[in-house]
């Protein structure tokens, strides 16, 4: 199965054959992959539905590479807090 990790050091067009894979062989994979990384399901949808002529796989790999990165933004906003003193804390 295609790991988290393994993506953010992908090319985009191995990404897309790997997603071209599970939409072929494992879709039941594929979708667990897109709940770990919570990709949002309504929004895949009306996407995959406004392009039909355009390649599913392309696509949900720019999804999943848009959320990947709207997830490390947000983890570097909250990493960047320092921690409180406990002095401070109350």
Do not use: G
């Not at 953010?8 to 879709?27: A, G, P, R, V």
């Amino acid at each position: 199965m295609l790991e988290v990790e393994k993506i953010q050091s992908m090319h985009f067009d191995n990404l897309c054959k790997e997603i071209n894979n599970l939409i072929t062989n494992n879709f039941t994979a594929l979708v667990q992959l897109l709940y770990k990384i919570d990709v949002d399901e309504k929004k895949l949808k009306i996407v995959l539905q406004e392009n039909e002529n355009k390649d599913a796989a392309e696509l949900i790999a720019h999804m999943i590479i848009d959320r990947l990165k709207q997830k490390q933004a947000t983890k570097k906003l909250f990493n960047n807090h320092k921690p409180v003193n406990d002095n401070e804390a109350w």
